[in-house]
């Protein structure tokens, strides 16, 4: 049951960019839509986006133009904040999401790096995240139809060396406990999150070596890796709406002059 569980985003023209996250009295503070929700380091979190563009002529597509992310911290003692790297990109749909009502269904990913003791919770404060570049192979703009899905995923980059690495090393200010854990006065290198998903876009070019290097800047290559490794269960698909999508039946009538 819960993979057929979607959040709805909207993908309407009218909708606006947000050029400042604080003008609380703009149009672009809003029609912000919900993509992904998680808790980590004890903070419960949401992720929110804007799907900026053109809807198409035919008034059954909508072409994407930009992206913009946002975070907001519900509840926990640990800030959570977006590190600048997020990769969209097309990807086979999962047999979950076939469904005889989207015969030309496509799926989207959108993978999202986080960041532990991290206060930049927009994307909107430096540059906006602008889909799609040449590094992500895109030739033109991504053209979504309606029903079109959204698979949203999240990796955490360790938190800042400044944090969790110290000169007596038993005994960092904070330790990170996606990479670290402490045995008595010695701090163990471990790994609790899985790379699966992270290095299969490396691999086929998504994302690239200088961004895969930053991301895990200062893990050594020796590790402890943590049995039993699993993908959190979270609400991560999206169902891609076009707002004032035509029916086939509404197109047929408008074609008769009905």
Excluded at 191 to 211: A, P, T, V
Aim: aromatic share 12%; with cysteine.
């Amino acid at each position: 049951m819960h993979e057929n569980l979607k959040y709805t985003v909207r993908l309407d023209s009218s909708i606006t960019e947000c050029a400042d996250i604080k003008d609380t009295e703009s149009l672009g503070i809003k029609d912000w839509q919900p993509i992904f929700a998680d808790q980590e380091y004890g903070t419960f979190y949401f992720l929110y986006a804007k799907l900026l563009g053109e809807k198409e002529e035919d008034g059954n597509s909508f072409t994407v133009q930009k992206i913009q992310l946002y975070l907001q911290n519900f509840e926990g003692e640990v800030t959570i904040g977006l590190k600048g790297k997020a990769y969209f990109y097309s990807q086979e749909l999962d047999f979950a999401d076939v469904d005889p009502r989207y015969p030309g269904r496509k799926q989207y990913g959108l993978f999202i790096i986080l960041q532990g003791f991290n206060n930049t919770i927009t994307t909107v404060a430096q540059s906006d995240i602008v889909f799609p570049n040449a590094d992500q192979g895109w030739t033109e703009n991504p053209e979504i139809n309606n029903g079109d899905v959204l698979v949203t995923r999240v990796f955490f980059q360790p938190i800042d060396p400044s944090l969790r690495l110290s000169p007596n090393t038993a005994n960092p200010l904070v330790l990170d406990r996606l990479f670290q854990a402490r045995d008595g006065d010695s701090i163990v290198e471990i790994e609790r999150q899985s790379r699966e998903e992270i290095d299969k876009l490396h691999k086929c070019g998504i994302i690239s070596q200088q961004d895969y290097d930053e991301i895990f800047d200062g893990i050594p290559v020796n590790f402890v890796k943590i049995k039993g490794i699993r993908r959190r269960c979270s609400p991560i698909i999206s169902f891609l709406k076009v707002e004032n999508f035509k029916t086939p039946d509404v197109q047929e009538n408008q074609v008769k002059g009905d």
